[in-house]
């Protein structure tokens, strides 16, 4: 796939809603102070009414009560800052998607309910149990098949699957498929190539029919590599049922791409920007959020068991089944 090709499914409005805004990121980027921060809120406000108008794009920030909006922006605050260190960095992408899991998954106006009980530690007369009554959402979550563009979006799409294993009434943990894909970066964002590698991914094809696929991916840039990979399904007429996205920031420009691109795609995002770079990174972004995740390749591309790894024992034992399923994705 190549940003021409990706620009093309975009329409006139598209392109003038992009240029608008890319205009007004300008001004912001000549400015300072408390005209910085107007501009800003302007600029906002104009990004949240383009988005409102799609159905299929639900961006955090601007459909969530004022208190939750709050939280949600420190979060992003935190992921942006170039103070946060690894460690933090893993734990606010923690907390950014489990807060978009709810986002997507928890109607509020569901009253579908189960019972779940418990044997707890206490056995002092007798062994102690306790019930709750927890959401039902098993019809949402049950039929899902993680997919992960390798790398950067490994522990977003673990820390999804996790969620859909603790909501589930039966402890579902879902297939995985991995996905080899890259970008051409001696390219600008103009004439930028997606190259899918089926050599290095690891996917069963008939396993992916009637699926709802989910793709978590911390950026959203240019929409290309997901593109890529769902028009790659649709050329060996595999239909999912139904497709999500979570990122933790995406450009207007990957969104609007993505959802044209793809009929039955809903993306979910904890915060929109408003730019790209000649080098398709997004403006302002978080910078490279595998590297902020996984450290840099050193030169030696790290292959799955090393990013694993890399996350150290904590993660490992907390995302043991999900990583067990990786593994032996890998392996078979």
């Known amino acids: 796939m190549t940003a021409p090709a990706l620009d093309g499914y975009l329409n006139a409005d598209d392109n003038a809603a992009i240029g608008h805004i ?159 894909i890259s970008r051409d970066d001696s390219r600008q964002e103009a004439d930028m190539r997606y190259i899918l590698n089926l050599d290095k991914s690891y996917f069963d094809l008939e396993g992916l029919r009637d699926k709802d696929l989910v793709f978590a991916d911390p950026m959203n840039a240019t929409g290309g590599s997901i593109i890529t990979i769902l028009k790659y399904l649709e050329e060996n007429g595999i239909t999912p049922r139904s497709i999500k996205v979570f990122n933790e920031i995406a450009s207007l420009k990957g969104l609007l791409r993505l959802v044209r691109a793809v009929k039955n795609c809903d993306v979910y995002t904890m915060w929109v920007d408003p730019a790209l770079n000649d080098k398709a990174y997004i403006l302002p972004g978080l910078g490279d959020a595998g590297d902020r995740l996984n450290g840099p390749d050193e030169g030696v591309p790290k292959n799955m068991i090393r990013l694993i790894s890399g996350y150290g024992t904590n993660i490992a034992g907390l995302y043991q089944a999900q990583v067990r399923e990786i593994e032996n994705t890998v392996l078979n």
């Open 22 to 180: 890319g205009t007004l990121y300008d001004a912001i980027l000549n400015s300072a102070g408390d005209e910085q921060v107007r501009l800003y809120n302007n600029m906002g406000a104009e990004l949240h009414t383009l988005t409102d108008k799609e159905e299929r794009i639900r961006v955090y920030a601007f459909n969530s009560p004022q208190e939750d909006y709050f939280e949600g922006s420190r979060i992003v605050a935190k992921l942006r800052d170039t103070r946060t260190a690894n460690e933090e960095f893993i734990y606010y992408t923690q907390r950014s998607y489990e807060i978009l899991f709810k986002f997507a998954y928890c109607d509020p106006k569901n009253t579908k309910r189960y019972y779940r009980t418990v044997k707890t530690p206490v056995t002092f007369p007798k062994q102690n149990y306790a019930v709750h009554r927890l959401v039902d959402i098993d019809d949402k979550i049950e039929n899902t098949v993680m997919c992960v563009l390798l790398r950067g979006a490994l522990l977003p799409a673990i820390i999804m699957s996790k969620e859909i294993e603790e909501y589930s009434s039966k402890g579902y943990v879902t297939p995985f498929a991995l996905f080899k």
